[in-house]
């Protein structure tokens, strides 16, 4: 074992090395040290001390081991054209009563409270791991754009630059993916807060445990309350005290759902593909009304299941003429309470395949589909990129095809209360695509939004929003097709 495999390890079983004086001194829980262990770090000392010496890790307050899923994230930004295409801006404009030293005292007690908002990573032999960095003090990217002789639609345009400039600057994951912080002032009584994280440490439900969190700290500050000092559950926990391997049931789960799948679809693509990626994309948004979302909601309890997944991936049966569709869907992979409020990234992203017999009803495929992905939640513990080694055994790629994401959230700006102050939440479009389409329906108050994220390189927004349109044909005669056969339910 090199002593980078042995640093792997130790990182996997919390061993928590520093330097006292000359000597290596570790933190290591009970019965994890063994005597074959304790020989290797005997042999590597002087090798792990010269390690430890460097001022870089002198910042590291604790190490841990990246998830599956962060693995496969990091090795996908490495290979990105694009790599700001997983950064995750959240922009919130702020209007009313503001109190900013209690803005920037919530948000320094944000970053303290939560590991996960100040974590690098690092390679320690073919372990990723993760290295929380020591707190020292909250940096934030500030800019007054208030300007007497401007318009109030220059200083719109010029805020909406600063957002967009903030937004696409690229984390690098091996020194510092910490949470940025930017603050614009932009009237009297508006501001313009933007939290800036990579995907790696987040995703949609811990965007909201993050903007809950900082309304709850920013209302006991602004109320002179007493701000509890105690670390609550740590991500980096988190992920270790949920490792491990996965279970016989849930390899021959997968197995019986990919054998004989397809991998992708073959879309009919505007644009032919070039011979390098460029990374460029774009986000297009759909918006559908509110009468629709409460049908919707009828139908979903009726079958089971949202309507959203199975309508989905009718339409890219249509389009691509195969009535055999593996799609990625994500969930949200939270059913353990621990995790419900712990800001990191947990979503699983899993295989769902539908398979379109043209003389079965829309009912029962609803059915079927609930099930299944009943069936898929309960054995999600095998790791995606399992899952993906499992694909590549019992499943046929299809050529020039592509395989779709597609998930769910639910919006964010809900979590988010000020008192005094009126906070809106704002996306920040990333001119960049990490595959060449996905889709996100989001639940907002005034009714469903459909999230397009396309890459430019195969794509026009002209084919996406007929693509768009289309798929409002299933979702609004569903209801009606319930006992009709698939041939009919058209898109």
């Not at 290797?40 to 899923?69: C, F």
């Amino acid at each position: 074992m090199d002593v980078g495999e042995l640093l792997g390890q130790l990182a996997v079983l919390d061993v928590q090395l520093t330097i006292q004086g000359d000597d290596l001194a570790f933190d290591a829980p009970e019965e994890v040290l063994t005597k074959e262990l304790a020989a290797q770090l005997t042999m590597h000392k002087q090798e792990i001390l010269r390690y430890l010496d460097d001022e870089s890790l002198r910042l590291v307050e604790r190490t841990g081991p990246a998830t599956p899923i962060q693995r496969q994230v990091a090795l996908r930004h490495d290979a990105a054209p694009r790599p700001e295409v997983w950064n995750v801006p959240v922009r919130v404009d702020l209007s009313g009563t503001l109190d900013v030293a209690a803005l920037v005292g919530s948000l320094t007690q944000l970053v303290k409270r939560h590991q996960v908002l100040r974590t690098r990573f690092a390679w320690l032999g073919e372990v990723l791991a993760q290295q929380v960095l020591r707190f020292e003090r909250l940096n934030i990217i500030t800019t007054d754009l208030r300007d007497p002789v401007s318009t109030r639609d220059e200083i719109s345009a010029a805020l909406d630059q600063w957002c967009t400039e903030i937004a696409h600057i690229p984390f690098s994951l091996l020194s510092d993916a910490s949470m940025r912080v930017g603050l614009a002032r932009s009237g009297p009584d508006q501001w313009t807060l933007i939290l800036l994280q990579h995907h790696i440490l987040t995703d949609a439900v811990s965007v909201s445990a993050l903007l809950a969190d900082l309304s709850s700290l920013y209302r006991k500050i602004v109320r002179g309350g007493r701000i509890d000092e105690d670390s609550p559950e740590q991500f980096i926990d988190y992920v270790r005290r949920n490792t491990g391997d996965a279970s016989k049931a849930a390899t021959a789960h997968w197995h019986e759902q990919l054998v004989g799948a397809r991998a992708g679809v073959r879309l009919p693509f505007p644009k032919a593909r070039p011979l390098l990626p460029s990374g460029a994309g774009r986000l297009v948004c759909h918006r559908l009304g509110d009468a629709l979302r409460a049908e919707l909601s009828q139908t979903a309890h009726r079958a089971g299941v949202t309507v959203f997944t199975v309508a989905f991936t009718r339409l890219l049966s249509i389009l691509s003429s195969n009535n055999d569709v593996l799609i990625t869907r994500s969930f949200a992979n939270r059913s353990d309470s621990a995790a419900e409020i712990l800001p990191g990234l947990f979503t699983n992203p899993l295989p769902i395949r539908v398979r379109f017999a043209q003389e079965e009803t829309v009912g029962s495929l609803l059915r079927a589909v609930a099930r299944q992905i009943s069936s898929a939640l309960d054995h999600q513990e095998l790791p995606q990129p399992l899952v993906r080694a499992l694909d590549r055994r019992l499943v046929t790629a299809v050529e020039g095809g592509t395989v779709v994401g597609f998930s769910m959230n639910h919006d964010v700006s809900e979590d988010l209360e000020l008192p005094g102050v009126e906070a809106k939440v704002l996306d920040v479009p990333i001119d960049a695509a990490r595959t060449d389409l996905m889709v996100v329906c989001v639940e907002e108050q005034e009714g469903l939004v459909l999230q397009v994220e396309y890459s430019t390189d195969v794509l026009d927004e002209q084919t996406v929003s007929a693509w768009l349109a289309r798929f409002e044909n299933p979702l609004c005669s569903v209801d009606a097709s319930f006992p009709a056969p698939i041939a009919q339910w058209v898109a």
